[in-house]
């Protein structure tokens, strides 16, 4: 999955734009 196609799912995931905080 490409880092500038971000999704919430991926934030979840655990993405440098977000980690998985993001999610919570």
Known sequence: SPIYA?????LCAG???GG???CQ
């Open 6 to 10: 971000i999704t919430p799912r991926m």
């Open 15 to 17: 993405t440098p734009e």
């Open 20 to 22: 998985k905080d993001a």
